[in-house]
């Protein structure tokens, strides 16, 4: 598929598309005339690429966290080295702290708001 109709299928800018290819962790095979051809697993990736993303990743641990993951077509995946382990569980232990301060913020937010529904 080209890049148009891989950007409508994951809402996602054709713009992004590129610097997904140019950062490594998107491939495309190229026409005769130079366009770019994704492969139908392009979908689930750039899904995923988002998702990492969403999760608070930056693109170059996104890039060494790729392989280590299997693509809906099946394809092969590497083990992930020890020291990208510990950074994955570093940055879930961030995200945790994260999901912790946002349930007190809301916590608190219902006691603003209980106390304000009080005559």
């Known amino acids: 598929m080209r890049i148009g109709e891989l950007a409508r299928r994951t809402n996602v800018s054709e713009r992004s598309l590129r610097y997904y290819e140019k950062q490594g962790m998107l491939t495309a095979e190229r026409t005769p005339g130079g366009h770019r051809e994704y492969a139908e697993a392009a979908v689930d990736r750039v899904i995923r690429i988002q998702e990492l993303f969403a999760a608070g990743l930056c693109s170059e641990k996104i890039v060494q966290l790729l392989p280590c993951m299997r693509d809906s077509d099946g394809g092969p995946?590497?083990?992930?080295?020890?020291?990208?382990?510990?950074?994955?569980?570093?940055?879930?232990?961030?995200?945790?702290?994260?999901?912790?301060?946002?349930?007190?913020?809301?916590?608190t937010l219902d006691e603003v708001i209980e106390a304000a529904r009080v005559p």
Do not use: C, K
């Open 77 to 107: 995946s590497v083990r992930a080295t020890p020291n990208l382990v510990a950074e994955l569980a570093a940055e879930r232990a961030r995200i945790d702290r994260m999901i912790a301060d946002l349930v007190r913020s809301r916590d």
